[in-house]
Each structure stands twice: as C-alpha cells, then as structure tokens.
C-alpha cells in the first residue's frame, strides 16, 4: 500500500522526532532510492537500496527515527524501532481507514479489528492467569483464555470465507487497553494485583461488548442475519463473563485487597504484551 505525505506540513514537535524538513528530504531520497533498487542491478546492491529507501519512507511517515532517537539517547535501538513501527502501522491504518467508502468495507474493517482485539486478548490472559492468587479468578481467566482462541479461530474463519485478510487493521485501542493491563499487572501486592486485573480485565470486555453490538449491527444492515445473531450471541456470553468477574470483585477480590497492609507488599510482577 503507498504511503502519502499530505499531513507532513502538519507535523508539530511532538509528533515524533524528525522536522517537517526532514520528513520531506526522507520522502525524496527514500522513494529516490526504492527506484533505483527496482531497476536492476545485483541482488545484493538491490536488497541494500531497498532496505535502505523503506527505512526512509518509514522515517518520513511516522515523523520518527530509531536511529536518531538513540543516538540522543531517547531510547535504545530496539525499543526505536519497536516505536517506529508502531507508529507506521498507525499511518497506514490512517490511511485506510480514509479509503472506507461502503458499508461492507465498513464492517470488513470492524471484523479485522475483532479479529486483533481477541488474538492480543487471548495472549495477555493466558500470560495473567498464573499470576493470581485468588484460585477462583485464575480458573474463570484460564477458561476465558480458551474461549477467546476458539473466537480468533471463528474469526479467521469467517474472515477467509468473505475473502478478508485477517492481518489488516490491527485494533490499536486493545493494544493500549492491554498496555494498562501490564501496569496493574506490576501491582506489588498480589491480592490488591488480583483486584486491579479483574477491574482491568473488565474494562476490555466492555470495550469488546460494544465492539460486537455494532459490528452486529452493521452484518443486520447488510442482510447478513446469520451472523449477526452470531455476534450478538458473543456479546451476551461476554457480559456473562464481565458478571462473574463483577461477583468475584465484589464478594472476595476488593474485600481482601483492602486488609492489604504496606508492610505486606512483595516485589513488583511484570508482564510483557507483543
């Protein structure tokens, strides 16, 4: 997909770390070099251009360099370019999301989204669960763990039999939802960690319930009732969820979070979200 340079002149300094200027020089020497590596030559010599020129269009897009940034010392080379990227999945989504025109690429888009939002979810449950220590809420996370990679499967499905690509529109907004979840996941107490991430846990389901009434929404408008019903029916057994974790909160996990005492505090978990 090309990349456009139409908001370059609207970058502000706190949109990255690359000037308007050279936002605009990176845009000509990367597309200057990306030519040159398709018109022939080595195999090396082209692959070498090429890197290079993506590495430009890149830095222009996002308004970010890994490379400058840590020679700054802003950040280390890898935590840059993890950066870099993300704000060129940003760009890009930007842009497509500006060539939606139909409801049908409307809702295409929205069953990507699902799609993203289940697979992160999934990842990040099965990740938390061992860490509680409240039995019974690691038992009900483990299980909704199990459930959420059998709605990515049903997903994939559904995405491949409309002719969908699954890998697009990655849910951004799950991403920084879960990104919470990993500071409450550094709670240093564990039974105050386990009331934090049932709250938490709660706020990404009621994100998801709205995600799956209009995507529901959207499948009735096109005639498609099947699956909207589908999908009203995944909300339902999320709100079950959310209920369980509500009982939970209220009948046991803020209840002993409040005996915690300072002095019981233990060090800090820590949990990684890809």
């Known amino acids: 997909m090309p990349l456009h340079f139409r908001s370059l002149s609207a970058a502000t300094p706190h949109s990255g770390n690359v000037s308007t200027s050279e936002r605009w020089l990176s845009a000509v020497a990367g597309a200057g070099l990306t030519m040159r590596a398709l018109r022939g030559g080595g195999l090396l010599r082209r692959a070498v251009l090429a ?3 993506l590495s430009l269009l890149a830095r222009s897009a996002t308004g970010y360099c890994a490379v400058k940034g840590t020679l700054a010392g802003e950040t280390n080379f890898k935590q840059g370019a993890r950066e870099q990227m993300r704000r060129l999945r940003q760009a890009i989504g930007a842009e497509t999301a500006a060539t939606l025109e139909t409801m049908g690429e409307l809702y295409a ?4 989204e699902l799609h993203s939002a ?3 979810l999934a990842g990040v449950t099965e990740r938390i669960a061992p860490m509680m220590q409240n039995e ?11 459930e959420l990679r059998a709605r990515q499967a049903d997903l994939e499905s559904l995405l491949a039999r409309s002719g969908i690509d699954p890998r697009a529109h990655p849910d951004e907004a ?4 879960l990104n919470e979840t990993e500071k409450m996941a550094r709670v240093c107490a564990p039974i105050v960690r386990d009331a934090a991430l049932a709250a938490s846990l709660q706020r990404i389901i009621h994100y998801k319930i709205a995600g799956y009434g209009t995507i529901a929404a959207y499948a009735k408008s096109l005639g498609r009732s099947e699956e909207a019903a589908h999908f009203a029916e995944l909300a339902a057994r999320d709100k079950a969820v959310d209920a369980d974790f509500s009982r939970l909160a209220k009948g046991t996990l803020n209840l002993e ?5 300072p002095e019981r505090m233990s060090p800090p978990g820590s949990l990684r979200t890809h």
């Open 174 to 177: 799950m991403r920084a939802l």
């Open 51 to 53: 890197a290079a020129g």
């Open 136 to 146: 019974a809420l690691s038992l009900r996370v483990d299980e909704y763990a199990t």
């Open 118 to 120: 289940e697979r992160q």
């Open 109 to 112: 888009a929205e069953l990507q």
């Open 257 to 261: 979070a409040a005996k915690t005492a």
